[in-house]
């Protein structure tokens, strides 16, 4: 018997939930009890009077274990809705990181014109150090952070994947 393996796809999930104490490591436990990986995960507050949040998590997995998790994560008492980006259409997704970079004379104006072709804002600066803020997708971040190693990267904050449907309608 000849058993046919499909490479992980990666996915981007949205979680609903009702904001209480407990549900993040509920869902983090469904996940690590199954072994399944969870690459980002970014939670936040999302209604006026505190009551709901919403979870963005990426992981990877062939689309049977995909379902999988998506049908468990249903499950769970205080989940509203679940939704997975990858599958539903055009998605947006973006990412914020902090990015520290010390350095003086060319590599700071290095520093300085290669944060402007990214549209990195300064958020902190020093003579010998700056803080870049950057918004946008995984590969332009990975792409900022790689240029800016040669020239004196000294720590990285990243927030995680965040993701929503393009259009009029909620997901």
Known sequence: MK????????????????????ILAKITGLFTARGYNIDSLTVAD?????????????????????????AQLERL?????VTDLTEEGPHVERE??????????????????IADVFRASVVDTTTESFVFELTGAKDKIDSFITL????????????????????????
């Open 96 to 113: 914020l990181a902090l990015v520290k970079v010390k350095g003086t004379g060319e590599h700071r104006v290095e520093a300085l014109r």
């Open 3 to 22: 058993i046919e393996h499909r490479a992980a796809e990666r996915h981007v999930l949205t979680v609903v939930v009702d904001n209480e104490p407990g």
């Open 77 to 81: 008492v205080p989940v509203h809705r």
């Open 46 to 70: 999302i209604s006026e009077d505190h009551a709901i949040s919403r979870i963005t998590i990426v992981t990877g997995g062939p689309p049977q274990v995909i379902d999988q998790i998506m």
């Open 148 to 171: 800016m190693r040669g020239l004196g990267l000294v720590e990285v904050g990243r927030s995680g994947i965040v993701g929503m449907m393009r259009g009029s309608e909620a997901a």
